[in-house]
């Protein structure tokens, strides 16, 4: 999306602390990056990104098969791409769902 970005993703465990990575520790890293990069891209300096996020943690994966279809079929809901596999900026990898199933592309 041109003024948004949907992101889907299990966060890291430390194994050593056993402790998940935060949300915000994550959110942090990927707008601290991108900006880093869109900035020198652009020539310039500042914020990209807001001070915050709207963020929905899924405790469980009941509801996973559903949220990465909406996350895949929004660049044709905002009319982008006729389909959402011909929008140049999504990537979507396989995996496996709480029953054991491989869902792919």
């Known amino acids: 999306m041109p003024d948004y970005v ?13 402790e998940v ?6 959110m942090d890293a990927i707008k601290g990056a991108s900006a ?8 310039r300096k500042g914020a ?8 929905h943690v899924l405790r469980s994966s009941e509801n996973l098969d559903a949220k990465i279809l909406y996350v895949l079929e929004n ?9 959402w596999s ?7 990898k396989a995996y496996s769902n709480s029953f054991g199933a491989v869902v792919g592309l």
């Not at 949907?6 to 056993?18: D, E, G, R, S, V």
Request: glycine share 4%; proline share 4%.
């Open 86 to 92: 011909d929008y140049l900026w999504v990537w979507k």
């Open 6 to 18: 949907h992101l889907i993703f299990t966060p890291l465990t430390n194994t050593q602390k056993m």
């Open 48 to 55: 990209v990104w807001q001070a915050e996020s709207f963020d």
């Open 21 to 26: 990575t935060s949300l915000a520790e994550i």
């Open 75 to 83: 660049p044709a809901r905002r009319g982008l791409a006729r389909l």
């Open 36 to 43: 880093h990069k869109i900035n020198k891209r652009l020539g």
